[in-house]
């Protein structure tokens, strides 16, 4: 019975310690656009909201904007910054997305059918305030954009 109860608190301590790194990250939390700041294209969707939670040993990413003409949308991803694909519902222009953990950066990486359709770094500045989101895509056009999208810790 002792040693069952040791290896309960063992396994307990252990996903405390996994929820707490991940709470301590920095990307954790809400984050709002800041439209001032950014610098986001012509056709390029707007992220109004981003949303980092844990999800058991996961993180859920909720987004909520407009796409590029001007549309609500709403996606939801779960996963790890590993750098593998998980699956997205919602984005019209993705069905698999990574995140991939560089220091205290992301690197993201959105799908279609296996083709990358978007490619793109987030960093969060060194307060934790804001965080910058650079992406680049092809838009409708076939022209390639490159957008920045600014947003601040709500």
């Given at each position: ?11 307990i301590s ?46 859920k990413v ?36 990574s995140y ?55």
């Amino acid at each position: 019975m002792k040693t069952k109860m040791i290896g309960f608190t063992m396994i307990i301590s252990i996903a405390l310690a996994a929820a707490a790194g991940a709470a301590d990250d920095g990307m954790m939390g809400t984050w709002k656009l800041n439209e001032a700041k950014s610098k986001i294209a012509p056709g390029a969707p707007k992220n109004h909201t981003v949303t980092y939670a844990s999800a058991g040993d996961q993180i859920k990413v909720t987004v909520d904007g407009t796409d590029g003409e001007g549309k609500t949308i709403h996606s939801e991803w779960t996963g790890k910054f590993d750098g593998k694909d998980y699956p997205v519902t919602g984005d019209g222009t993705a069905d698999m997305r990574s995140y991939k953990k560089e220091g205290k950066d992301l690197e993201l990486t959105n799908k279609k059918a296996g083709k990358v359709t978007v490619t793109g770094k987030i960093v969060v500045s060194a307060d934790g305030k804001t965080r910058t989101v650079t992406i680049n895509l092809t838009d409708s056009k076939g022209e390639k954009v490159t957008s920045t999208a600014v947003y601040d810790k709500s």
